[in-house]
């Protein structure tokens, strides 16, 4: 490959699903890789040990300290980082009511503030060389709430807008930022999906677990062509700021746009009865 043409990825949560298979398939096209996650073992039994151009980066993304030494170390490694994806996440399965006050927090510190950490510091080096491009990873659920899942739209919709903030904030700096929302894709996904701990019989998280693990391997998304969508925003002049991937969402997300409209049209004199007379 021309090396003005290969990429330098940084990428969170490498050990499976979607973060593996972008891990790969990057590699298969010459790029070069920072692939960080917190079972670097797991990940070299994966993808093999001595790849050329793989750096493994053991990492909580939890901890800024640890975010940012790993930041440097691969620019150390490799120099530069073009493409930072911001993946790494999981998924609280329970109501509100539900909920402990710890799972709520872990749940936002991963999916939501290793983000921000991750943006935090990497952000100084794309700044600096005046290019880069930030990939961030939502869902539908950053989009449309869903019940028992308060917690993972929070972080969600927490990641689309700081997504769009962030837009704004860097692209005068040649930086550009993609907020990716997909809706379900064949990957491991659904076999780290947690469920709150504390039950409550009438809210019904017995019977989600039950449907939930009975669909895992079931989702009508292609992963491969996830990662391929992936690889070719890194590649594009004038990326998105915003991508929906997946008929599923589509549908929910402008659908649920319709049902806003119609609610705003609905109390639109409420809205505009605030000013002085």
Do not use: C
Not at 14 to 25: C, R
Request: proline share 3%.
């Amino acid at each position: 490959m021309n090396t003005e043409q290969q990429k330098v990825w940084f990428i969170t949560g490498t050990s499976k699903g979607l973060g593996l298979q972008l891990t790969k398939f990057a590699l298969s096209i010459g790029d070069k890789i920072a692939a960080t996650t917190r079972d670097v073992e797991a990940l070299k039994k994966k993808v093999g040990t001595n790849v050329e151009n793989l750096f493994p980066v053991e990492l909580d993304i939890t901890s800024d300290k640890d975010v940012k030494e790993a930041i440097n170390r691969v620019v150390q490694e490799f120099g530069r980082i073009d493409v930072v994806v911001n993946n790494a996440g999981y998924s609280l399965v329970g109501s509100m009511e539900e909920m402990s006050d710890e799972e709520f927090r872990k749940t936002m510190d991963v999916n939501l503030f290793g983000t921000v950490n991750v943006i935090r510091n990497v952000m100084p080096y794309l700044r600096k060389h005046q290019s880069g491009h930030i990939i961030n990873i939502s869902s539908n659920a950053g989009y449309v709430g869903f019940e028992k899942a308060s917690s993972y739209n929070a972080a969600k919709f927490g990641v689309v807008g700081l997504s769009e903030a962030l837009a704004q904030e860097v692209k005068g700096f040649g930086v550009h930022v993609t907020v990716v929302a997909p809706g379900q894709f064949r990957t491991e996904f659904m076999d780290s999906i947690m469920y709150v701990k504390n039950r409550i019989a009438v809210y019904g998280v017995d019977e989600a677990e039950k449907m939930w693990s009975q669909f895992s391997g079931q989702q009508e998304g292609d992963p491969e062509k996830l990662v391929q969508i992936l690889v070719n925003l890194s590649r594009m002049e004038q990326p998105p700021v915003r991508l929906l991937v997946g008929p599923d969402t589509y549908e929910l997300v402008t659908k649920q746009r319709k049902v806003e409209e119609a609610d705003f049209e609905k109390w639109k004199d409420l809205t505009l009865s605030t000013n002085f007379d």
